[in-house]
């Protein structure tokens, strides 16, 4: 589906999949389509230095309810961190708040009740006899405040900040699976900047665990990355893929990438799809990017540079002279 988000006269438009990489180097853009999202689904109060995100959100050119998402952001490490500790506003609060409702849990509940309704009766019969205008009591509601300053560990008493980038985002990720089989609804998981908490190969294997997410309950991702290589190409997820930069690039089907790329190549070339993916993933941070420039000298500067610390840098094949002369920009006969 594609969504609007207007910024006064100007309309930025993303295709969103159930699962979308928003990439590019326009950090503002993508910062104010991220805070537009994450600010208009929470359903919180526009500060007045936010008049421009009130009311600007489309979807296929409709207007959509504040509600038609629940929506959760992790922005750095520290989101994760508290998302998972226990507190008022905290995806673990909300999801011991459900599971308090249990059958199970609701008797247990009850068996504490009434073993405090015995003690606050022993407390005030002592308390009257000495004061007798005076009384103390509580609110099953306080059971609950128990519950809320509970702390979270890792495993051995671990504490929740010694826990690994990995570690933590396997955890928010089990987390949000339980409250959706418990709860199941309709919610947008945003993480930004998600290339500054993993590596690479990391990435791969927990969007593939996210992917399986995304089968089992009717929850929407988004990732947003801006380092050099840093997305994940393939069939199933290429349409999900939009890059922020002086323009807004969106990904047709990659049947059409492929067709496009083999009319267009200033060579005859036979693209295979995953040979094209892999391509593609090397150069899609600077689609729509006015100020990228290739510098081929560069690149030799670096490799010089890199044999001085011993580290050996992988060149690709070389170009042939009408790839060279479509890069200069010059006439070919």
Not at 35 to 53: H, I, P, R, T
Not at 165 to 170: A, I, P, R
Not at 219 to 229: N, Q
Request: charged share 25%.
């Amino acid at each position: 589906m594609k969504i609007q988000i207007s910024r006064s006269i100007i309309e930025y438009e993303i295709q969103m999949e159930q699962l979308t990489q928003l990439c590019g180097v326009d950090f503002e853009k993508k910062w104010y389509i991220i805070q537009s999202l994450y600010k208009y689904f929470s359903g919180g109060k526009y500060a007045s230095y936010e008049e421009q995100m009130q009311d600007n959100i489309r979807i296929e050119g409709r207007k959509v309810g504040r509600k038609y998402f629940s929506v959760f952001h992790v922005a750095a490490r520290e989101s994760l961190i508290n998302a998972i500790r226990i507190s008022r506003s905290s995806m673990m609060a909300q999801y011991f708040s459900n599971l308090c409702m249990d059958f199970e849990c609701q008797n247990i509940i009850d068996e504490i009740a009434e073993g405090l309704e015995r003690l606050y009766l022993e407390l005030n019969r002592e308390l009257q006899s000495n004061m007798k205008m005076l009384e103390i009591g509580y609110s099953t509601k306080s059971i609950m405040e128990i519950v809320q300053i509970s702390e979270v560990f890792g495993v051995g008493e671990r504490a929740l900040e010694s826990l690994s980038n990995v570690e933590l985002l396997d955890t928010y990720l089990e987390l949000l699976w339980e409250m959706q089989r418990r709860k199941p609804e309709k919610c947008l998981v945003i993480f930004e900047n998600i290339d500054h908490l993993l590596d690479y190969c990391a990435y791969k294997k927990f969007f593939k665990k996210v992917e399986q997410f995304c089968k089992e309950f009717d929850v929407w991702f988004i990732f947003s990355t801006s380092i050099e290589g840093f997305v994940v190409v393939d069939e199933r997820s290429i349409e999900g893929i939009n890059v922020v930069n002086h323009c807004i690039f969106s990904f047709p089907e990659l049947e059409q990438v492929v067709k496009f790329f083999q009319n267009q190549y200033p060579c005859q070339m036979k693209w295979a799809p995953e040979e094209l993916c892999g391509e593609i993933r090397m150069i899609i941070q600077n689609i729509g990017n006015e100020e990228h420039t290739i510098h081929l000298k560069s690149n030799v500067l670096l490799k010089l540079l890199q044999e001085t610390l011993c580290i050996k840098t992988s060149v690709e094949s070389g170009l042939n002279s009408l790839e060279k002369a479509f890069l200069m920009e010059k006439d070919v006969i």
